[in-house]
Each structure stands twice: as C-alpha cells, then as structure tokens.
C-alpha cells in the first residue's frame, strides 16, 4: 500500500540554520504530495503542497519540490526561526480514493 | 484557506461517560470528513471516514461501537466515545475535504480528550 517515510527527529537547529527534513514515498500512480505544519496544542496547517512531478511548492520560506524519479519531497528553509518549532507531516494524497496517508512527523526545535 | 471547526478543544470526563466532539466545516460542503486519533509524539491514525447520510467506514481495529460516527449534514460530523476509559485518552482531529474535489484537507484544531 501507499506509505510516506520521514527522516527522524527530533531535528535541533540554532536560529537561521538552514532546515532539510527527507521525505520520501511509495504510492501507485501519481499522487499529491502535501508538507502540513502541527503547532503545540494545535490541528494540522496546510504549508505547502504540489500534485505533479517537478512541481515546487513553497510558502513561508518553506520549500519542496516533488521528484518522481527519486519518490522524494525534501522539506527545506534557508534561514529558520524559533518561531518555526512544531511538528512537521509529510503526506500523500493518492489519485484515486479518498484517504490521506500520513508520515511519522518530524519535530523541529530552533534555539535562539 | 478554508476552514474547518471543532469543538471543544479539550475536554476531561469520568470514567465510563460518554463524550460527543463536534467538526464542522464553516465555508464549504463536505460530504466526506475523516476523524483521526494521534498519540503523544506519534503521527495521524486515521480512524474512519464519514460520509454524509451513510453510515462511517472504519479502519481495522477501531471499535464502531465505542467511537460512534453521525454525518448528519454536509458540514457537520460528530464522533462520540462511548463508556470512555483512560486509555481513550488521546488528541482527536477532524479533516474536512470540499466536495468539489480539491485535494486539499482541511483540519480542525484537535480536541484533547482525557478520561480520569
């Protein structure tokens, strides 16, 4: 079945450090690719997404790019904040069915 | 983005009580909205899949009894755990999709559930 693998955490980085947190998949087809953002306490924000092979996605200094030939969407930031500490989600959404498939999570702590 | 509401956002009840937790989606339909149970430090298990006027799809080993699924409407879901226990305890969310088929989930902010 479909699967998103995510590299472990936690991930500890100083203030402007640049971030990569992996992500890689296995889907039939061609699925949409999703980064969500969960805060302490809080549901899961949407931070960027694409749904076609070599799209990039990129929001809030955040960025991925979706790489069919490596099954991958590499979450990076050049320069990141404290403010960016939370849990990351990579995931995928198949093209056909309905359910998302989630990976692990990744947590980010950035120290001032 | 669109949005999605639940209620409450965190609750404690007795041993054996039941408790209903609200989803609602505030600016668009949703004939399908999934509930999602997520242990300390873990990722999303998705726990079944509303639809609207039928009943929920569970996965395998989530109880249909103890975690009762309503879709009433085409933007309200509602998950009850029944004769909760402290092993329920947990942080429950619920996603949302327009039905117009955009791929997006949308999520509601969780609501953390304690059972004493």
């Known amino acids: 079945g479909d699967s998103v693998t995510q590299m472990e955490g936690p991930v500890t980085l100083s203030e402007e450090a640049f971030l990569t947190i992996n992500c890689t998949y296995t889907?039939?087809?061609?699925?949409?690719l999703f980064w969500y953002v969960q805060y302490p306490g809080e549901g899961l924000q949407l931070l960027l997404k694409?749904?076609?092979?070599?799209d990039k996605g990129s929001n809030k200094g955040f960025e991925a790019t979706y790489r069919k030939e490596t099954t991958s969407f590499h979450l990076e930031k050049g320069s990141v904040q404290v403010s960016d500490s939370a849990v990351y989600f990579c995931?995928?959404?198949?093209?056909?069915?309905?359910?998302?498939?989630f990976g692990p999570g990744t947590r980010l702590s950035v120290l001032p | 983005g669109a949005v999605v509401s639940q209620h409450p956002s965190w609750v404690i009840c007795k041993s054996g009580t039941s408790v209903k937790i609200e989803c609602r989606s505030l600016?668009?339909?949703?004939?399908?909205m999934f509930w999602y149970r997520q242990f300390p430090k873990q990722s999303l298990m998705l726990m079944a899949t509303?639809?609207?006027?039928?009943?929920?799809?569970?996965e395998q080993g989530v109880e249909k009894d103890k975690f009762l699924i309503n879709h009433a409407s085409l933007t309200l879901s509602t998950l009850t755990v029944t004769s909760a226990h402290p092993e329920d305890s947990s942080f429950y969310i619920c996603?949302?999709?327009?039905?117009?088929?955009?791929?997006?989930?949308?999520f509601g902010q969780g609501t953390r559930l304690t059972v004493v």
């Open positions: 996603s949302a999709r327009d039905q117009r088929g955009n791929t997006e989930a949308f």
């Open positions: 889907a039939t087809g061609y699925p949409s």
């Open positions: 694409a749904t076609k092979a070599d």
């Open positions: 995931a995928l959404h198949p093209n056909y069915g309905q359910n998302f498939v």
């Open positions: 600016d668009f339909q949703a004939t399908t």
């Open positions: 509303s639809n609207e006027g039928s009943k929920a799809t569970y």
